[in-house]
């Protein structure tokens, strides 16, 4: 049997140590936490590189680490039984997987794979389980921190309980723009159609329909640029 290549990769030392920096203050989980807090997860951190297409976690393994992106793209996905794959969401650098690392059976329910090559960070679960029980100050914000993923959480819902595929794609563009980094939508056709629920011949017409109006921009393959943000913003808010 092959080997995954995403368990083939050697593991390093986080190069943030070389010179006492942190990239810990651009992501969400870590960014509130005091500098002691930060600079003791950094110390145990791994570093770790992954090819395009590995897969890092698959659905029912142990949540042992907190996943953070540091440069790349990953999705996580159900798979049926005839390997057809339903993309829940796509992350890129300075996102982090850890729900779930809570729960009583705290198991991944989903897969997580690598759209691009993936340079990772894994922050041991008992690590940072280790400073919540100690610190109120980091209970505190992870708290916080659980309640704004909330809220978005909620605006994805909002998304696919919307009917009319035109508004449903436009919100979607709108919530996917927000969360990105860089000025382009890093999304393919198949990407968006699964994200949204909709059939890629349908998000084909409305992202043509959209370019023809000037809201967007397709840029090559996989990539789309928000133009006209309160066009899409009246289109959402259409009855």
Same mark, same amino acid.
């Given at each position: ?25 651009? %992501? ?9 807090? &930060?600079?003791?997860?950094?110390? $145990?951190?791994?570093?770790?590189? $992954? ?42 650098? @300075?996102?982090? %997987?850890?729900? @779930? ?20 960070? &894994? ?13 109120? =100050? ?8 659980? @309640?704004?993923? #909330?809220?978005?959480? =909620? =605006? ?41 629920? #909709? ?14 109006? @000037?809201?967007?921009?397709? %840029?090559?393959?996989?990539? %789309?640029?928000?133009?006209? $943000? ?10």
């Amino acid at each position: 049997m092959a080997k995954d290549p995403a368990r083939c990769e050697e593991t390093m030392d986080c190069p943030f140590r070389v010179d006492g920096s942190s990239c810990m203050g651009s %992501i969400r989980l870590f960014a509130g936490l005091p500098e002691s807090a &930060r600079n003791d997860l950094m110390a $145990h951190a791994l570093r770790s590189a $992954h090819p395009a297409g590995s897969l890092l976690v698959r659905e029912g393994d142990p949540i042992e680490s907190i996943l953070v992106v540091r440069h790349g793209r990953i999705k996580t996905f159900h798979a049926d039984a005839d390997g057809e794959e339903y993309l829940l969401d796509i992350l890129h650098d @300075g996102q982090a %997987i850890w729900h @779930g690392m809570f729960l009583k059976e705290n198991v991944y329910r989903y897969s997580v794979g690598c759209l691009t090559h993936v340079d990772l960070c &894994r922050i041991r679960r008992t690590d940072f389980m280790r400073l919540v029980g100690d610190s109120r =100050e980091v209970a505190t914000s992870l708290v916080q921190t659980l @309640g704004t993923e #909330l809220v978005e959480a =909620e =605006e994805k819902i909002k998304v696919l309980s919307t009917r009319d595929p035109r508004r449903r794609l436009a919100k979607f563009l709108l919530w996917r723009d927000e969360r990105c980094i860089g000025p382009e939508i890093h999304l393919t056709l198949g990407d968006i159609a699964n994200s949204v629920g #909709l059939r890629p011949e349908t998000v084909s017409r409305a992202l043509g329909s959209f370019e023809r109006e @000037g809201m967007v921009q397709r %840029i090559g393959r996989g990539k %789309i640029r928000v133009l006209d $943000h309160g066009a899409l913003r009246r289109l959402c808010d259409d009855a």
